[in-house]
Antibody
Framework: QVQLQESGPGLVKPSETLSLTCTVSAGSIRSSYWSWIRQPPGKGLEWIGYIHYSGTTNYNPSLRSRVTMSVDTSKKQFSLTLKSGTAADTAVYYC??????????????????WGQGTLVTVSS | QSVLTQPPSVSGAPGQRVTISCTGSSSNIGASYDVHWYQQIPGTAPKFLIYGNNNRRSGVPERFSGSRSATSASLAITGLQAEDEADYYCQSYDSSLSGVVFGGGTKLTVL
């Protein structure tokens, strides 16, 4: 079954860029869209955005000005960068598979496989 | 303020039935976008439970069921067990935001 693993720094200084990578194993990165979702401590889930292996992206409007996602199919990885970090960006960041796609279009907006999550703290 | 509204908490005794509501609007659930449900035990990643309003993921017990009508959806859990104690999240797509939206989450306590 599909497995995902997040990696990246656990501590980012305010105003700096948060960068994370998700590695996909036991599955094809060409089979779906891939997403990033975050959860501030003690709070609910927030969708950040998704990317297709072709490079097509869609970002949460509230984060769009600061977010960039990319994909490296040869390494079976996709990545997240979030510029100008603040304390409000402190959260557990999850990568997940979804939405499901058909002919390159997202058709089913659910997330069936998740990474274990990685805590990123924005603090000096 | 989440786009999808869930009660902060629900509770029930072992063996009982509980429901968790998820209220949306005309740009998400009311626009016929499907609702999906996740279970999250504190300290762990969310687990995918229900997709397409009422379809259980393979391996999810039949005790879990989903429904949708108009601008709302519900998750029902029958025969409540101690292991069901967790946070539950609904999720859909919103055409006004052109993106995915989650409910604020509901904490289920098994008394």
């Amino acid at each position: 079954q599909v497995q995902l693993q997040e990696s990246g720094p656990g501590l980012v200084k305010p105003s700096e860029t948060l960068s994370l990578t998700c590695t996909v194993s036991a599955g094809s990165i060409r089979s779906s869209y891939w997403s990033w979702i975050r959860q501030p401590p003690g709070k609910g889930l927030e969708w950040i955005g998704y990317i297709h292996y072709s490079g097509t992206t869609n970002y949460n409007p509230s984060l769009r000005s600061r977010v960039t996602m990319s994909v490296d199919t040869s390494k079976k990885q996709f990545s997240l960068t979030l510029k100008s970090g603040t304390a409000a960006d402190t959260a557990v960041y999850y990568c997940a598979r979804g939405p499901e796609e058909y002919n390159g279009d997202p058709i089913a907006f659910y997330f069936d496989y998740w990474g274990q999550g990685t805590l990123v703290t924005v603090s000096s | 303020q989440s786009v999808l509204t869930q009660p902060p908490s629900v509770s029930g005794a072992p063996g009982q039935r509980v429901t968790i509501s998820c209220t949306g609007s005309s740009s998400n659930i009311g626009a016929s976008y499907d609702v999906h449900w996740y279970q999250q035990i504190p300290g762990t990643a969310p687990k995918f439970l229900i997709y397409g309003n009422n379809n259980r993921r393979s391996g999810v017990p039949e005790r879990f069921s989903g429904s949708r009508s108009a601008t709302s959806a519900s998750l029902a859990i029958t025969g409540l067990q101690a292991e069901d104690e967790a946070d539950y999240y609904c999720q859909s797509y919103d055409s006004s935001l052109s993106g995915v939206v989650f409910g604020g989450g509901t904490k289920l306590t098994v008394l």
